[in-house]
């Protein structure tokens, strides 16, 4: 098919079906709403065309040019747009599915609130591209690229992330729930409020990273490395930080209520108002750690090494310490409180015999 043919079917209203435009100079073609169904553009030429609301079909676009094409609001679904250029290109709103991108260069392109599912994107370069609530799932990213971007509000839900990279990549509130960064080195990146809940994080390095108000409800960081990093109000609740580095992180009114935390260092690191309740910190190191007004309520402590730690206010109430080590600083701590003891030991009268008939 000509480029002449395709703007009389295009003016016709025909939809497009089965055409060779291979190789084809499409650009800046007004092509908006047009429908395209199993047709074949590769290495076509699109740059600067207007495909708004585009309908395209398992169509194969393998090393076509669509550089500052506009694609807003288009579907897309079973395309071939492998080693394709989208340099500059707008795919905003756009919904493509069951696509591959494997190759393809979406340099400076703007993707807000797009969505891409089940899409397959192994060595893609997002470099400088815009995300805003950009949607990423069930896709397969293998050595996709998304350095030098800002992954604003982004969902990477169950994505493994492993060979990506991102380098000088921002996280702003993404969505990155049962994820795997195992072993990624993001150090010094800013990652504020970014969601992480049951992520695979083991090993990974966020020394000195920016993770005020992150998520890491459940989540594995076995070995992980956060020394020095900014954590206030990170939530932790249940996490596995086994043998983890914490050494100088801020972690002010952080949560980690039932995290384990066993062989963690803690060495200088603040700790104040942070919840530790029924944590276990078994051989934990908190030299030096600032945990005034902490809740350590229930917490196992046992063989942790808390000398030089300030602990004014601490509370300790239940809390586990065989062979556990103390400065005198603990002398300023919150000891078991009796009254709230007895309270819990308390059984009313007639309860257990109640409770035999019941049952």
Same mark, same amino acid.
């Given at each position: 098919?000509?480029?002449?043919?395709?703007?009389?079917?295009?003016?016709?209203?025909?939809?497009?079906?089965?055409? $060779?435009?291979?190789?084809?100079?499409?650009?800046?073609?007004?092509?908006?709403?047009?429908?395209?169904?199993?047709?074949?553009?590769?290495?076509?030429?699109?740059?600067?065309?207007?495909?708004?609301?585009?309908?395209?079909?398992?169509?194969?676009?393998?090393?076509?040019?669509?550089?500052?094409?506009?694609?807003?609001?288009?579907?897309?679904?079973?395309?071939?747009?492998?080693?394709?250029?989208?340099?500059?290109?707008?795919?905003?709103?756009?919904?493509?599915?069951?696509?591959?991108?494997?190759?393809?260069? +979406?340099?400076?392109?703007?993707?807000?609130?797009?969505? +891409?599912?089940?899409?397959?994107?192994?060595?893609?370069?997002?470099?400088?591209?815009?995300?805003?609530?950009?949607?990423? *799932?069930?896709?397969?990213?293998?050595?996709?690229?998304?350095?030098?971007?800002?992954?604003?509000?982004?969902?990477?839900? #169950?994505?493994?992330?492993?060979?990506? =990279?991102?380098?000088? &990549?921002?996280?702003?509130? &993404? !969505?990155?729930?049962?994820?795997?960064?195992?072993?990624?080195?993001?150090?010094?990146?800013?990652?504020?409020?970014?969601?992480?809940?049951?992520?695979? /994080?083991?090993?990974?390095?966020?020394?000195?990273?920016? %993770?005020?108000?992150?998520?890491?409800?459940?989540?594995? %960081?076995?070995? &992980?490395?956060?020394?020095?990093?900014?954590?206030?109000?990170?939530?932790?609740?249940?996490?596995? *930080?086994?043998?983890?580095? %914490?050494?100088?992180?801020?972690?002010?009114?952080?949560?980690? !209520?039932?995290? !384990?935390? $066993?062989?963690?260092?803690?060495?200088?690191?603040?700790?104040?108002?942070?919840? /530790?309740?029924?944590?276990?910190?078994?051989?934990?190191?908190?030299?030096?750690?600032? *945990?005034?007004?902490?809740?350590?309520?229930?917490?196992?402590?046992?063989?942790?090494? +808390?000398? #030089?730690?300030?602990?004014?206010?601490?509370?300790?109430?239940?809390?586990?310490?065989? /062979?556990?080590?103390? =400065?005198?600083?603990?002398?300023?701590?919150?000891?078991?409180?009796?009254?709230?003891?007895?309270?819990?030991?308390?059984?009313?009268?007639?309860?257990?015999?109640?409770?035999?008939?019941?049952?």
């Amino acid at each position: 098919m000509s480029p002449d043919e395709l703007r009389a079917a295009y003016a016709s209203a025909t939809p497009i079906r089965g055409a $060779d435009l291979s190789g084809q100079d499409l650009r800046g073609l007004a092509l908006a709403g047009v429908v395209i169904e199993d047709s074949d553009l590769e290495g076509a030429q699109l740059d600067g065309a207007t495909l708004t609301e585009a309908i395209l079909l398992h169509c194969r676009l393998r090393g076509a040019s669509l550089g500052g094409a506009d694609l807003s609001l288009a579907m897309l679904h079973g395309v071939d747009l492998s080693a394709a250029r989208l340099h500059r290109a707008r795919l905003a709103t756009a919904k493509i599915a069951e696509s591959t991108f494997e190759g393809t260069d +979406f340099a400076g392109a703007e993707l807000a609130q797009a969505a +891409f599912t089940r899409g397959r994107f192994d060595g893609a370069s997002f470099r400088e591209a815009r995300f805003e609530r950009t949607a990423f *799932l069930e896709c397969t990213l293998g050595a996709a690229d998304f350095g030098e971007t800002l992954l604003d509000r982004v969902t990477l839900y #169950g994505a493994d992330l492993r060979g990506c =990279g991102f380098e000088g &990549a921002r996280f702003a509130q &993404a !969505v990155l729930v049962e994820s795997n960064l195992a072993g990624h080195r993001l150090a010094g990146q800013a990652l504020e409020g970014t969601q992480l809940a049951r992520a695979d /994080l083991r090993g990974v390095d966020l020394s000195g990273a920016t %993770l005020t108000g992150c998520n890491f409800q459940g989540a594995r %960081l076995e070995g &992980a490395d956060l020394r020095g990093a900014s954590a206030r109000r990170a939530v932790f609740l249940g996490a596995d *930080l086994r043998g983890a580095r %914490l050494d100088e992180a801020d972690l002010r009114e952080s949560i980690f !209520v039932d995290a !384990v935390l $066993d062989g963690a260092a803690f060495r200088r690191a603040t700790l104040t108002h942070a919840v /530790l309740q029924r944590a276990s910190l078994r051989a934990a190191r908190l030299e030096g750690a600032e *945990l005034g007004e902490a809740d350590l309520s229930y917490a196992r402590l046992d063989e942790a090494d +808390f000398t #030089g730690a300030t602990l004014r206010r601490a509370r300790l109430h239940g809390a586990s310490i065989v /062979l556990t080590v103390f =400065g005198p600083e603990l002398a300023e701590a919150l000891g078991p409180d009796q009254a709230l003891l007895e309270a819990e030991a308390f059984t009313p009268p007639g309860w257990r015999d109640t409770w035999r008939s019941e049952s």
